[in-house]
Structure formats: structure tokens, C-alpha cells
């Protein structure tokens, strides 16, 4: 066995074991924040377009989230060290795509959330 095959065999493992507690771990934040957020959008004097903004936050984290255990998965089965550049190199040109929408979206919604607050004439 070869240092990079040994390298690669001794990430697979870390990631194998660590895959399911960092899932664990990342279920339970979102589920905390998703807490926090439902009883911060019960307040009667946030408006829905608000909400709507909270909503579209915490469904890009799940979005991102499991994009990246997509990757950790993929890259604790990766045969050789190509394959997790190849692997790397895709999820970054993926999610710079989906960070960029991500953030046009967002930012529309908050605008939108915005003009709530702009002063309406009579």
C-alpha cells in the first residue's frame, strides 16, 4: 500500500466515523434554530414578507448542509486521490453557483420584507 493509498484509506475512515455524529450534531442545530425562528415569527408584529425572508434562510441551510455531506460521502468512498479532487472541485463550482443564487434570492426577499417598513402615502 502506497503513503496517498494509506492516506486516502485512513480518510476514509475518519470520515465514516464521523459522518453520522457530524449529521447527528447538524440535525440538532437545525432544529434549534428552526425553534428559535417559529417563536420569534409568532410575534404578531413581524410581518409575514419577514417570515417569508426567516423561511428561505433556513431552507438554503438545509440546502448547503446537505450538499456538503453529499461531498464528505462522496469523498470517503473516493478509490484515489483524483477522484477526491475531481469530487472537490465539482462541489466548489457548484456551490459558488448555489451561493450566488442563494444570495440574489435573499437579498429580493429582504427588499421585498423592506418596503414594509417604507412609509405609505395617504
Same mark, same amino acid.
Given at each position: 500500500?502506497?503513503?496517498?493509498?494509506?492516506?486516502?484509506?485512513?480518510?476514509?475512515?475518519?470520515?465514516?466515523?464521523?459522518?453520522?455524529?457530524?449529521?447527528?450534531?447538524?440535525?440538532?442545530?437545525?432544529?434549534?434554530?428552526?425553534?428559535?425562528?417559529?417563536?420569534?415569527?409568532?410575534?404578531?408584529? &413581524?410581518?409575514?414578507?419577514?417570515?417569508?425572508? =426567516?423561511? /428561505?434562510?433556513?431552507?438554503? *441551510?438545509?440546502?448547503?448542509?446537505?450538499? %456538503?455531506?453529499?461531498?464528505?460521502?462522496?469523498?470517503?468512498?473516493?478509490?484515489?486521490?483524483?477522484?477526491?479532487?475531481?469530487?472537490?472541485?465539482?462541489?466548489?463550482?457548484?456551490? &459558488?453557483?448555489?451561493?450566488?443564487?442563494?444570495? =440574489?434570492? /435573499?437579498?429580493?426577499?429582504? *427588499?421585498?420584507?423592506?418596503?414594509?417598513? %417604507?412609509?405609505?402615502?395617504?
Amino acid at each position: 500500500m502506497t503513503q496517498g493509498d494509506e492516506l486516502i484509506q485512513g480518510f476514509r475512515e475518519l470520515a465514516e466515523r464521523n459522518i453520522e455524529q457530524a449529521r447527528t450534531a447538524y440535525g440538532f442545530y437545525l432544529d434549534t434554530v428552526a425553534d428559535a425562528l417559529r417563536s420569534w415569527s409568532s410575534s404578531p408584529s &413581524l410581518d409575514s414578507r419577514f417570515k417569508n425572508v =426567516q423561511a /428561505l434562510a433556513m431552507q438554503f *441551510a438545509k440546502e448547503n448542509g446537505e450538499s %456538503a455531506f453529499a461531498l464528505v460521502k462522496g469523498l470517503a468512498t473516493a478509490k484515489d486521490l483524483p477522484q477526491i479532487v475531481t469530487l472537490q472541485n465539482r462541489y466548489a463550482q457548484v456551490q &459558488l453557483e448555489t451561493y450566488a443564487r442563494q444570495a =440574489q434570492e /435573499l437579498g429580493r426577499a429582504m *427588499a421585498e420584507a423592506a418596503q414594509s417598513f %417604507a412609509p405609505r402615502n395617504p
